[in-house]
């Protein structure tokens, strides 16, 4: 079972490269990292180009799915099982790894965790957007039926390497398994796994390790 680990963003919403920037004494890309090796064989690094050398990486492309088969291309032949993490999420647990693994254990193609959303949902026609409205709803979706989809996700490794063949592009790798034809699932997410997108995310996962720090050790 191996990792692949997604790191190789500029930052351009957050400002800058976010994935160096500390969450305790640790950077974000070395804790995501350290869980990823805890719960596989192997872990490839994935990385903006000029950081390759400095992190022992391999180099990410143009878009997130570029990246992910750059990351594939280094991942050996014989491995059964391959989890793709977005490094942005430093919280996620060895637990919720172990979950979407045996989800691909008991036959799934793939598996991502996910989260029951809480607000209404509305689709809407970009295309009338007009200053501050920014377009005209066409759908509410029944929200029961609705998940917010984090990482790790796990794949059986057949499975991503012929649907990223295609050479397709997803914000997500169980997208392109899905219109593959593969069977992917849900099990249950984790809040912890939050994605730091923007400064007030990083905040809150400082105040998370924080919160977590023994007393003896503050």
Not at 39 to 56: H, K, M, W
Not at 60 to 67: K, L, V
Not at 72 to 85: E, K, R, Y
Not at 148 to 173: E, S
């Amino acid at each position: 079972m191996w990792t692949i680990v997604v790191a190789g963003g500029s930052g351009r919403r957050f400002g800058r490269a976010k994935q160096y920037e500390t969450l305790g004494d640790k950077r974000i890309i070395d804790v995501s990292r350290s869980v990823a090796e805890s719960a596989s064989q192997g872990v490839v690094l994935v990385v903006p180009a000029a950081d390759v050398a400095a992190e022992s990486g391999v180099a990410g492309g143009a878009t997130r799915s570029d990246s992910v088969r750059a990351g594939l291309a280094a991942v050996p032949q014989d491995a059964d099982v391959v989890c793709v993490h977005d490094a942005a999420r430093p919280l996620a647990s060895v637990a919720l790894y172990h979950r979407v693994i045996d989800a691909i254990a008991a036959g799934a193609d793939a598996a991502v965790p996910g989260l029951a959303v809480t607000d209404t949902i509305k689709v809407i026609d970009t295309a009338t957007a007009d200053g501050a409205v920014l377009g005209e709803v066409t759908a509410t979706p029944d929200r029961s039926t609705l998940v917010a989809v984090q990482t790790p996700q796990a794949f059986r490794a057949d499975a991503l390497r012929a649907a990223h063949r295609a050479g397709g592009d997803a914000t997500d790798d169980a997208a392109l398994v899905e219109a593959a034809g593969g069977r992917v699932v849900v099990v249950e997410g984790d809040p912890m796994a939050r994605k730091i997108t923007t400064p007030d995310d990083l905040q809150w996962a400082r105040a998370q390790v924080e919160t977590s720090r023994p007393e003896t050790s503050r």
